[in-house]
């Protein structure tokens, strides 16, 4: 499959006349616990000539496409459109960016969108997403009825993404497994966790679960944690300013044009 990605991404520069800046993988193959038959979600960020930058009007900067019988999801956001997203701390697009799944990048700018994310990385705007994530998750799972193992991955990956924002100043990693490594949780709840990966890696994306009390109510605790404590978290300090420099400089660079 990688080198049918790395096909296509040649293929949206060729038909679509821009420059793929990052092809990068999110949802369960970044996060570390895919299914057998999970899906492969590839999102780009790419730049488009310098004149296309220059009209009154907004043109489409986004794309969106399932190919291989829909084992293969694309979506891409334009370069403006993803640095304005950076300015709010987008949770998706840092996770785009630190994604630990790279299939193509210009490695200056991915470089430098990396070190910039830095100052805008708000912790607040990131509790509100993956305290939404995991509230949204949970309330689809009832413990008297199977549901899906990857429902309760989603929910215990957001709540510990949560529990990560509370005690540090980074954003959470990408890798459920680096989360986990890096936060002082109980024996009992890795060793859980540990044992529903090995299931998760082996059962299609339809295997129903059932039960899981335990960290069921980790996951709960976790959420009523952030709750509680994560509306006085402070919000990014990033300038709007070196955005717009990241901008330019990389449509100069990539265009070998002066703007």
């Known amino acids: ?9 040649k293929q949206v520069e060729s038909e679509r006349g821009v420059k793929i800046l990052l092809a990068s993988e999110t949802g369960s193959r970044a996060w570390g616990f895919p299914s057998p038959d999970s899906d492969y979600d590839v999102r780009l960020i790419y730049a488009h000539p310098v004149q296309w930058y220059l009209s ?26 993803s640095l304005r997203l950076l300015l709010r701390s987008n949770p998706p697009l840092l996770e785009r ?14 470089e430098q969108i990396r070190s910039v994310s830095q100052d805008f990385y708000s912790r607040i705007g990131a509790m509100h997403h993956y305290l939404n994530m995991a509230r949204n998750t949970l309330d689809e799972i009832d413990e ?37 490594s890096g936060l002082d949780l109980p024996e009992t709840i890795l060793s859980d966790i540990e044992r529903l990966l090995d299931i998760k890696s082996k059962a299609d994306e339809s295997y129903l679960h059932r039960g899981e009390s335990n960290l069921l109510d980790f996951v709960r605790h976790s ?13 990014g300090k990033g300038r709007s300013d070196v955005c717009n420099e990241l901008f330019i400089n990389t449509l100069e660079r990539i265009w070998n044009s002066n703007i």
Request: glycine share 2%; charged share 25%; net charge negative.
């Open 56 to 81: 009154l009007s907004e043109k489409q900067d986004s794309m969106d496409t399932m190919l291989e019988n829909r084992e293969l999801d694309v979506s891409g956001w334009d370069l403006r459109k």
């Open 223 to 235: 959420l009523f944690t952030a709750t509680e404590n994560g509306a006085q978290l402070p919000s």
């Open 1 to 9: 499959m990688v080198s049918k990605i790395n096909a296509y991404i």
């Open 144 to 180: 008297s009825r199977p549901y899906k193992l990857k429902k309760l991955f989603y929910a215990l990956r957001s709540a510990t993404a949560c529990r990560w924002i509370l005690e540090k100043n980074e954003p959470p990693p990408v890798s459920f497994n680096d989360m986990l």
């Open 97 to 110: 960016i630190h994604s630990p799944v790279v299939y193509a990048c210009d490695e200056v700018f991915l």
